[in-house]
DNA sequence: ATTTTTTGCGACATTGATGTGTCAAACTAG
DNA sequence: CTAGTTTGACACATCAATGTCGCAAAAAAT
């Protein structure tokens, strides 16, 4: 009975959107994923290349660029929330905690590129305007500092950034061919050192103007 | 007599280019520069809106989109190289010559964010692929660890790395809003806790996969 | 004041990315 | 096997960004 138009895979209606086209759908969502993360103004031509779908399955199930845009920021926020979850960021200590949240970031791989992506195709919330996910942060900085364990010196909106700028440095090491393990390394040591209390092995020297 | 054609400004001939034109010139280049850091997808028009010429102009003076990103890229390269002269990186320790070397680059302004933006328009020489910037990093880098200055257990790259993102992260605070001032003592302090010697205050948690 | 240079405006042609639609072939489920 | 679903291959129409031109007005140089 259903004869007004000729193919529309994914009706509007109220129907599971069947297996095989939920599978298609994840494809195509991954496949932008990965693309963007690369290059964020990638074409939808090239997204579905990389999906090894057509453009026009590709606008099947996906009307629109900000449809397919919104799709992927959902994704995204999912995974983070996995990342979050994975973290554990109640227990232990402070330091250890922002520990374990870099490690589960790092593994979402392309998602995270697609965060560091400049003018993040993904949508608002990326640095300074990711207000959840920073208060996230916040709270577990509160804690290390009030226990001594992260340099009270440190603005907490200060390690907040260094947390999400070594991240991002760790993220370029990865994709630049560094070992998993050692950038895990580095990675902790170095932050930990950063945002660590203690003072600064040698003085700033007193600095004229250039 | 040169009823060649209409109008040249700036004829491919030997004579120089005229003041009035080497003044628009360089008036479009900084509006790009400006432009391009904030928004590297911007449109010619954008960058020609914001340089307060029209789009003719703009094309009058630089034939291609790549003329003038070219134009940006040599205007970056000199600015750098003043930078990193003036920040006397042979002079003194060598957390004080990076630290030198961060400030200069910080006071760079939109040029830093160019360097920055995602798929930089201005060219290869960026984060892992600038060679030329980076051997003169690991010299310093080099002569500090030799000197205990910093941590012998941080790879060269990850100090260059980690150089860099704090860069990174600095120009963003300041960029939002944060006095330059501190972001000047906050970005000293925690890199220098981050690449100088000493271990991590609190020992990292053997940890089991998630 | 006059000549020369430079700029702004508007008209085009071109190109690449998008979005829509159609149909036949491939695929899947029953 | 068969009916219904999903996909690929084309064919268009649009639209925005580019790049080119010609001319008149404005600015600079003389």
Redesign the interface.
């Known amino acids: 009975m259903v004869t007004a138009t000729y193919n529309r895979p994914m009706p509007r209606t109220n129907t599971d959107p069947s297996p095989t086209a939920r599978r298609t759908r994840r494809l195509i969502v991954e496949a932008a994923i990965e693309t963007l993360a690369g ?3 990638a074409t939808l031509a090239e997204i579905a290349d990389a999906g090894d779908v057509s453009r026009s399955t590709l606008h099947r199930h996906f009307t629109d660029r900000g449809d397919l845009l919104a799709a992927i920021d959902e994704e995204c926020r999912i995974r983070f929330a996995h990342a979050v979850e ?2 554990r960021l109640g227990e ?2 402070a ?2 905690s922002l ?2 949240l870099a ?2 970031y790092l593994g979402l791989g392309s998602v995270l590129g697609l965060v ?4 993040a195709p993904v949508d608002p919330d990326v ?2 305007d990711s207000e959840e996910r920073d208060q996230t942060l916040s709270a577990v900085i509160q804690r290390g500092q009030q226990g001594h ?1 992260i ?1 009270p ?3 907490p ?2 390690v907040i ?2 947390f ?3 991240l ?2 760790a993220w ?2 990865q994709k ?1 061919g ?1 070992s998993r393990r ?1 950038v895990s390394v ?1 990675l ?15 003085r ?2 007193p ?1 004229g103007r ?1």
Chains 1, 2 share one sequence.
């Open positions: 290059n964020p103004a994975a973290a232990g200590d330091l250890n520990d374990r490690q589960e560091f992506a400049d003018n640095w300074e364990e340099d010196e440190v603005s909106t200060w950034t260094t999400w700028v070594m991002f440095g370029l090491a630049s560094m050692d580095q902790s040591r170095t932050f930990r050192k950063a945002v660590g209390p203690g003072d600064p092995a040698a700033r020297e600095e250039g």
